[in-house]
């Protein structure tokens, strides 16, 4: 059974790292959540080190720059693995070919910037879908559209057996007050009619890689039974911290709030329920970070 605490302080001693999801977490994707910047702080300043693990399609200098838009001081954090960092290198290893359609909006094009962390990266070119040899998908082209209604746009690409690289494993996110689909809920319908989604976001193991490996750059050799992942996600963060072996801090009052019925805590009872019906088991739940 989870255990319910108030705040990180009462835990964060025994972990030398912290995997902190973003969205949900640390900001609400208009303005930074200052209790949980106040927590991460008071972290760092104990020795800890922070590595923000975000399954943002953008390589992480783009969400450093969002960063400092919401309001995320610097001193909040050291480093920052993305999905969108990790889905590129596999881009541009030809994991889903060398002419590609892009399915996003044009915000994410930054994606598509020359990757300099490998040797021979192959040359990616962007064309219309009939002409493609796989799907790079960013996120939907409208978030608050239901990405059922992409089906008879991606029944071609199931026909010709075309790969779909999903960039954010996300179902969906709330900025601010609204509820935005994200690419993983394109990959998830793109699946269900038949075709190949691959993913490298978490909960799978190629972001988790990157994030040891920005843990690493910092100088800390940290085993994974000092690292504690964080994040309102049961489908995501805790499913990956527990694929990898590492503790979990839920944030109840994310995605799940109403499920958890979650003010400044979550109602153990809703908690439990809601956990239960989602097979997931995080060794800590909290209402909000801080």
Not at 69 to 87: E, L, M, N, R
Not at 242 to 270: N, Q, R, V, W
Request: charged letters at 20%; proline letters at 7%; aromatic letters at 8%.
């Amino acid at each position: 059974m989870t255990r319910i605490v108030t705040t990180l302080s009462e835990i964060s001693a025994d972990y030398d790292a912290l995997f902190v999801d973003l969205w949900g977490c640390v900001h609400n994707g208009v303005h930074a959540l200052p209790e949980a910047v106040e927590a991460l702080q008071s972290y760092r300043k104990t020795g800890g080190k922070v590595v923000l693990v975000t399954n943002s399609p953008r390589p992480h200098a783009g969400v450093e720059k969002q960063l400092v838009h919401f309001g995320v001081p610097q001193d909040a954090w050291d480093s920052i693995a993305t999905s969108g960092d990790s889905a590129r290198s596999a881009m541009y290893q030809g994991v889903v070919g060398t002419n590609v359609w892009h399915l996003g909006p044009p915000t994410d094009l930054k994606f598509f910037e020359p990757l300099r962390l490998l040797d021979s990266p192959l040359e990616i070119i962007r064309v219309d879908l009939a002409e493609a040899q796989g799907i790079v998908c960013t996120g939907p082209f409208d978030p608050g559209a239901d990405p059922e209604l992409m089906r008879p746009q991606l029944e071609p690409a199931v026909a010709r057996g075309l790969k779909l690289l999903c960039a954010n494993p996300d179902i969906v996110v709330d900025r601010g007050e609204v509820r935005e689909w994200c690419a993983g809920a394109v990959a998830k319908l793109y699946s269900e009619m038949g075709g190949d989604s691959l993913y490298f976001g978490k909960p799978y193991a190629p972001i988790y890689e990157l994030a040891r490996k920005r843990l690493s750059a910092l100088g800390t050799a940290v085993p994974d039974t000092r690292i504690l992942a964080i994040g309102d996600g049961v489908l995501t963060d805790i499913a990956g911290a527990f694929g990898e072996g590492i503790d979990a801090l839920f944030i109840s009052g994310g995605l799940a709030a109403s499920e958890t019925k979650t003010g400044s805590h979550p109602d153990p009872e809703a908690l439990t329920d809601y956990l239960k019906r989602e097979n997931s088991a995080p060794a800590f739940t909290i209402g909000q970070l801080r």
